[in-house]
């Protein structure tokens, strides 16, 4: 059969038309695939409560990622109670969910409701805050962010700001150990036990620290503000604020303001968080130092349960990336952070 032009134009026209609809055909089917794949994932994720600005974000980065990859996520608060996040996963278990995600307001029990996961097949991931478990078998993962190195980040920027790295001369005001007042949070939670740890760790070759106050906050606003007035009130003189986080900071400098106290002078604050409230203040020179805790780990954590929902394992540890910010900075460009 001879081929004229129009007879060779007509196959080239067939053969783009055969060549797209196979390609039509790839993209619907993989669609469809990821779609399967995707569609039938049930994830019960157990949030600690509503404490802070830092807890708000996180949990809008769990449901906007959910709703992105277009999962169904069962969504439990527990109120700042341990019992009802026991409850929760429980529920969980018993509506037989495909992984099951929790912020562990402690460190501490549970094993229990983790054994109960394990024995109806359901991998757990731990999220934003650790445990302390011996049987690791008990969950798949952890994905959340390095709280001792954040401790270890504020006591670094103490020790850059009152030792002379050339001289290795100590200076301050009073020409006497820099008096610290420490802010925790969550008695037994893991970035309260770390980000002590840490700082400690930091300061313990340096004898010019001294920590002379360390209060328990639970990471509210509320809290902070309250125990600054108890330290202005008992008249306890301090050089350095270091807060566990950044709603205990605001209320603290709340506290301190109403008094009078030039907290851009007279007074040198470490926070971690990095919300945008803090970053407004270390502009303003009210903080001089805002260590990075990073909330958004909704896609990771979708991400990280879509891939235990098919069977396939995941890291142990993931760690979130995240930075300091320090008077030292361009702090007009840190851009803004979106809680
Ligand atoms: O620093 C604080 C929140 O678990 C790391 O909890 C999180 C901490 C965070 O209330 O603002």
Redesign the pocket.
């Known amino acids: 059969m001879r081929i004229t032009d129009s007879g060779n134009q007509d196959m080239t026209r067939r053969n783009i038309s055969f060549f797209l609809f196979i390609i039509l055909c790839l993209l619907f089917f993989s669609c469809e695939k990821k779609a399967a794949e995707t569609k039938g994932i049930i994830l019960g994720f157990s949030q600690i409560g509503a404490?802070?600005a830092?807890?708000n974000c996180n949990t809008r980065s769990v449901q906007e990622a959910a709703a992105e990859a277009g999962i169904q996520l069962l969504f439990f608060n527990a109120e700042q109670k341990q019992e009802n996040q026991i409850k929760a996963i429980r529920s969980f278990i018993a509506y037989q969910v495909d992984v099951i995600a929790f912020v562990p307001i402690v460190t501490d029990g549970w094993e229990n409701v983790l054994e109960e996961a394990k024995e109806a097949g359901i991998p757990v991931l731990v999220c934003?805050?650790e445990i302390n478990i011996q049987d690791e078998s008990l969950y798949a993962g952890y994905l959340g962010?390095n709280?001792l190195v954040q401790g270890r980040s504020s006591a670094e920027f103490l020790i850059k700001k009152y030792i002379n790295p050339d001289t290795g001369k100590f200076f301050t005001r009073r020409n006497q150990p820099v008096r610290i007042v420490e802010l925790r949070?969550t008695e037994g939670?893991s970035?309260a036990i770390m980000r002590a740890r840490g700082f400690r760790e930091a300061l313990a070759e340096y004898p010019e620290f001294e920590i002379i106050y360390s209060e328990s906050g639970d990471?509210l606003r509320s809290k902070g503000y309250e125990l600054m007035c108890n330290i202005l009130e008992d008249n306890i003189v301090f050089d350095v604020l270091y807060s566990?986080?950044?709603?205990m900071t605001l209320g603290a400098i709340e506290a301190m303001k109403e008094r009078g106290i030039k907290t851009d002078e007279d007074i040198v604050i470490v926070s971690?968080?990095a919300e945008q409230a803090a970053i407004n203040a270390l502009i303003r020179g009210d903080i001089n130092c805002v260590v990075e805790?990073n909330p958004k780990q909704g896609p990771e954590i979708i991400r990280l349960s879509q891939l235990l929902a098919k069977g396939e394992t995941i890291p142990r540890m993931i760690f979130m990336i995240e930075e300091v910010f320090t008077e030292w900075d361009d702090v007009l460009n840190i851009g803004t952070r979106g809680y």
């Open positions: 404490e802070s830092w807890r934003d805050r962010t709280m949070g939670s970035p990471f566990h986080n950044d709603g971690i968080d805790c």
